[in-house]
């Protein structure tokens, strides 16, 4: 089974936006929906999950009822972070899923994500054990203190930009997190980051420049653009 886990816990400050950035209609639909439709049309995803900012569950469920999402079947809890999130997303399906299934986490402010994308990080993972969605580094790279000024600098061909989704085995991501609780490690910014602090390795799978996270009104008005390009 292949299952994607949605994160839309944030309450989109970044924004500046009065409701959570997840939720901004574009084009007379919500993020969230962009995002849930490419899942929900994708073959090979089984079921999808949502980690949802606390007051806006039945929000959610009215519009995966309008826009037909069928294979939404669960909603969980978002948490004090980001991992905290992520975790209470995968005890809920640890519920109905074996430590063999496939769980794609995906940000909800990613709607731009495809089918292919979707496709290489299930296979991937299906070969690997994990898979991280990631782009080249096409830009210069410096070395900040004091965030006005650089005097070093990192080359770009050792670095990798990650996206989501981030695949794993159901029991392997369980026990990362297990690991990573028992290290103290409570505010990892991402499921890849948590493996590599607990002395993991990750894999690679082909994400897109298209594949933006919608963080700041500058993200939004791109992500206009790119619909127009559809």
Known sequence: ????????????????????????????????????????????????????????????????KEYNITKLKYIAPSGKSG????????????????????????????PMVSSEIISECINVTREKGNAVVCIPCQEAMLETV??????????????????????FTLGSILDTHKKAKEMGITNSVASCTLLVETGQTVYFSKGSEKNIKLTTSEDLAIFRALLKGI
């Open 83 to 110: 991992q905290e999130s992520i975790k209470n997303g995968l005890d809920e399906l640890a519920k109905f899923y074996s430590r063999e299934d496939i769980v794609l986490i995906h940000d909800a402010i990613r």
């Open 1 to 64: 089974m292949n299952i994607a886990l949605i994160i839309a816990g944030g309450i989109g400050a970044r924004m500046l936006s009065a409701i959570p950035k997840q939720f901004i209609t574009v084009n007379d639909k919500p993020i969230i929906i962009y995002t849930l439709e490419a899942f929900e049309k994708h073959p090979n995803i089984d079921a999808i999950a949502v980690v949802c900012i606390e007051g806006w569950e039945i929000i959610l469920q009215n519009y995966a």
């Open 146 to 167: 004091d965030g006005a000024s650089a005097v070093s600098a990192y080359p770009r061909d050792n670095l990798k930009r990650t996206q989501t989704q981030q695949g």
